[in-house]
């Protein structure tokens, strides 16, 4: 198993260009988030999704875009990138029983991107 | 609302013990969760505890939970310098949508040394 991969590690943009940050699992996982880090801001939910067809927006989502067309892929595509969106993303996959049950997220490595 | 708040560093001598303290404000949280962040690397869950319970002891690890004060706590006996990382608290409130959402707080970055 590899887990949760993405790619690319590194990027640097300049202001208004386009990207997507791919994101994939492979443990068959319903849910999947894409987080932002910041200093001091801990990690903040873009969008999540509960399923392949159904997205939904998270606490910070403006600027993102997401699909899920598979259960394995979730790719995050910035629109026309901007200096606040330096940061660090993070993609999450997890399996819930649902209601109140335990939750265990496992996160990729991480895309540290900057804009120019 | 929702909000996970932690100090954000705490320096330790290697072999002396670290605490490291959360708040949280959503009482339907059923699962609150430490996860430990690596240099360069993403989260990885270290331990959790269930919210009927006030402690929870996994080797040198124990996590005590206030669930009246709100107030959760990580403690790393003989810290060693492989402990350096950043910790961070995450609760999950209730939420009846289908996607139990982890709120994270912003980290505490132990560094341990010599």
């Known amino acids: 198993n590899a887990g949760v991969t993405q790619t690319p590690k590194f990027q640097v943009l300049k202001t208004g260009q386009s990207m997507t940050l791919q994101c994939a699992q492979d443990m068959n996982h319903e849910y999947m988030s894409w987080y932002r880090q910041d200093p001091g801001m801990g990690l903040r939910l873009i969008h999540y999704s509960v399923g392949a067809g159904i997205t939904d927006q998270g606490e910070v989502p403006n600027g993102y875009n997401v699909s899920r067309s598979t259960t394995e892929d979730f790719p995050l595509r910035l629109l026309s990138a901007a200096p606040s969106q330096t940061s660090v993303y993070f993609c999450a996959s997890s399996y819930s029983p649902g209601g109140r049950g335990m939750i265990t997220q496992y996160f990729g490595p991480g895309t540290r991107l900057t804009v120019l | 609302g929702e909000d996970v708040e932690q100090s954000l560093f705490l320096s330790v001598r290697e072999g002396d013990s670290s605490v490291i303290n959360c708040t949280y404000t959503d009482s339907s949280s059923t699962y609150l969760y430490w996860y430990k962040q690596e240099p360069g690397a993403g989260l990885q869950l270290l331990t959790y505890i269930f919210s009927n319970m006030d402690m929870k002891q996994d080797q040198r690890l124990t996590v005590l939970l206030n669930k009246k004060d709100k107030h959760l706590s990580l403690r790393i006996a003989d810290t060693q310098t492989g402990d350096s990382a950043i910790y961070f608290c995450?609760?999950?409130?209730?939420?009846?949508?289908?996607?139990?959402?982890?709120?994270f707080g912003a980290g505490t970055r132990l560094a341990v040394h010599p």
């Open positions: 995450a609760e999950s409130p209730w939420f009846s949508g289908g996607y139990n959402k982890l709120i």
